[in-house]
């Protein structure tokens, strides 16, 4: 009876803490994003479209369209100068727009009109076919570049140098090419796409294809 007693202290004095304790999910993903934070990236969850929609869920029984988006984890790289010569753009992996490169297209009606668009896709083109099969989605703003990863269980730190690597260097190639068309257009100018745009929100408040 004493040792009844003394379990049933023990779980109401403990039990709490117990309930507190990170899972493995919990701890692993720490681990990845303490990585990312110590290679210079910042890791926040946005709202994407999720990858695996299927016509039923768009809609509705009564017609209604419904919310198919969901928190996903974008691991965003600051760019080393701010891009004023290009557009910002978001690029999905199974997206239902146009397509932007092959295996990669925008959100319906979200493609931005924008004359050096095709350039700045082209600028990353070699990093972004090289991408992993869980970044499901490469967004550009004119202050960074961010990859929305999946961070499936087999995810190890390694792989985050990877894509902290990867995110570098199209981040280099983005901004060296808009250093350059600024070059070329002489003094003075300054496209500054989506001016207004949060460094962190959504690519599509400029204008669009629909």
Not at 6 to 13: Q, S
Not at 157 to 182: F, H, S, Y
Request: aromatic share 6%.
């Amino acid at each position: 009876m004493v040792w009844i007693i003394i379990a049933v202290i023990f779980v109401v004095a403990f039990g709490p803490l117990l309930w507190l304790r990170p899972s493995p999910r919990e701890r692993r993903l720490g681990r990845l994003r303490q990585r990312a934070y110590e290679l210079g990236l910042r890791v926040e969850l946005r709202r994407l479209p999720r990858p695996d929609v299927t016509p039923e869920e768009r809609v509705s029984a009564g017609g209604r369209a419904r919310d198919i988006t969901a928190d996903y984890a974008a691991y965003i790289s600051p760019l080393t100068a701010r891009l004023r010569m290009l557009p910002a753009w978001r690029l999905l992996r199974q997206g239902d727009g146009m397509q932007a490169v092959p295996g990669w297209s925008f959100e319906a009606g979200r493609r931005p009109r924008h004359d050096r668009l095709e350039a700045a896709l082209d600028a990353v083109a070699e990093e972004l076919a090289a991408l992993p099969e869980d970044v499901i989605a490469l967004e550009c703003q004119p202050f960074s570049l961010a990859g929305y990863w999946l961070e499936g269980p087999q995810t190890t730190t390694q792989r985050v140098d990877d894509l902290a690597a990867r995110l570098g260097r199209a981040g280099d190639a983005l901004t060296a090419l808009d250093a350059r068309l600024k070059a070329e257009s002489g003094p003075g100018a300054d496209g500054v796409p989506d001016a207004d745009a949060d460094p962190n929100g959504d690519p599509g408040t400029g204008p669009s294809e629909h």
